[in-house]
């Protein structure tokens, strides 16, 4: 496995943990398609929410969530919307929110994990 891989898989377990203790229930993680790949989806009360987790070893070149460009973002839309249309049957909802969770692997004092609500 790559280090970048490693680091990745990391934030993600941390964050997926994270979110689970904040009371959210988890509904899939790395979810894939043939344009990509939605990080983890979960609900919150009747809000589904797609998280896109980020992940750096240190905030050296910046924050995690600074990584998130216009791109990103247009394409975590049409994820979303793609899984909502292949799980309209089966997950009732009533809204829907894009979250961020940043993680940094090696801050003073352990990792430290940021939920960032709405963001985009």
């Excluded at 509904?27 to 989806?41: P, T």
């Excluded at 460009?69 to 909802?93: C, N």
Aim: glycine fraction near 8%.
């Amino acid at each position: 496995m790559l280090v970048k891989d490693a680091v990745g898989r990391f934030g993600e377990d941390l964050a997926a943990r994270y979110l689970d203790a904040a009371g959210l229930q988890l509904l899939e993680r790395n979810w894939r398609c043939s344009e990509g790949e939605l990080d983890i989806v979960a609900r919150d009360g009747d809000v589904i929410c797609f998280v896109e987790v980020k992940t750096r070893s240190t905030t050296a070149f910046g924050a995690p969530v600074e990584a998130m460009t216009p791109a990103k973002v247009a394409r975590i839309h049409r994820l979303a919307l793609r899984w909502l249309d292949e799980h309209r049957e089966s997950v009732g909802w009533r809204a829907m929110r894009f979250d961020v969770v940043s993680v940094v692997r090696l801050a003073p004092g352990g990792p430290t994990v940021e939920h960032l609500r709405g963001v985009f």
